[in-house]
């Protein structure tokens, strides 16, 4: 089992940038692909970037592609997404997600119901 707690998050304008920081439990942990969701009001949560347990593989969002860059550290058992170029638009509440049950050290989950484990989120607001 994974527990996943999110911080990092706040607000800042348009143009800025956040690191996104998210601390996980277990002792599986470094087999796990991650992944970065979010959620803005009034729309369903949506996949912005995932990496494999690895690290050797990432996959962003177009969205976000140039923008976003995802990381971990499997013996912090920390994986983060630091974020640049903010725009109003990427405000929401950002989710890291653990996925369970993958061999393959460069597969990365884009799925949302492939994930088993998902922390409470952190918001970031974006300013115009």
């Known amino acids: 089992q994974v527990q996943l707690v999110e911080s990092g998050g706040g607000l800042v304008q348009a143009g800025g940038s956040l690191r996104l920081s998210c601390a996980a439990s277990g002792r599986t942990f470094s087999t796990y692909p991650m992944g970065w969701f979010r959620q803005a009001p009034g729309k369903e949560r949506e996949f912005v970037a995932g990496?494999?347990?690895?690290?050797?593989?990432?996959y962003y969002a177009d969205s976000v592609k140039g923008r976003f860059t995802i990381s971990r550290d499997n013996t912090k058992k920390m994986v983060h997404l630091q974020t640049s170029s903010l725009k109003p638009e990427d405000t929401a509440v950002y989710y890291c997600?653990?996925?369970?049950?993958?061999?393959?050290?460069?597969?990365?989950?884009?799925?949302?119901?492939?994930?088993?484990?998902w922390g409470q989120g952190t918001q970031v607001t974006v300013s115009s």
């Open positions: 997600a653990a996925a369970s049950g993958y061999s393959s050290s460069y597969y990365v989950v884009r799925d949302l119901e492939k994930y088993d484990y």
């Open positions: 990496i494999s347990w690895s690290g050797a593989t990432t």
